[in-house]
C-alpha cells in the first residue's frame, strides 16, 4: 500500500474513528518500548504517529531501531528518533518546508 510522501498514514483523509482506530493500531505495532532511547513508563509511544508527539522523559537520543519497527515498514517511514524528534509528518515539514506540501 502506497501513501502520500507527506500523510504516510493516510490520517488527512479520515474520519476521526478511523484516526483513532489507527493510533491505537500504531501504539499496538510499535516497538517504541524495546529502543535503547525509550525511558520505562514514558506513554503514549508509536512516537511516528502525527498526533502521538515527542517523549516527555526521553532526554538523550541512543540506538535508534525504528528502521526494525514494523510500523515503519509498513508504512514506508524513511526518519528516525520520532520520540525525540517528532512524527514522520512533522520532521518532514521541518526537513522540507512549504516544498513538502507542493507549495
Not at 498514514?9 to 501504539?27: H, I, L, T
Request: charged share 25%; hydrophobic share 25%; with cysteine.
Amino acid at each position: 500500500m502506497k501513501y502520500d510522501r507527506l500523510d504516510k498514514f493516510g490520517v488527512e483523509k479520515m474520519g476521526a474513528a478511523d484516526y483513532k482506530k489507527k493510533q491505537d493500531y500504531v501504539v499496538k505495532n510499535c516497538k517504541c518500548q524495546k529502543c535503547p532511547t525509550y525511558v520505562a513508563g514514558d506513554a503514549p509511544v508509536g512516537y511516528c504517529f502525527p498526533a502521538i508527539g515527542t517523549s516527555k522523559k526521553i532526554q538523550w537520543e541512543k540506538d535508534c531501531i525504528c528502521g526494525t519497527c514494523p510500523v515503519y515498514k509498513e508504512y514506508e517511514l524513511n526518519l528516525t528518533h520520532y520520540c525525540t524528534r517528532c512524527s514522520q509528518f512533522c520532521q518532514t515539514m521541518k526537513i522540507e518546508g512549504p516544498t513538502a506540501t507542493g507549495a
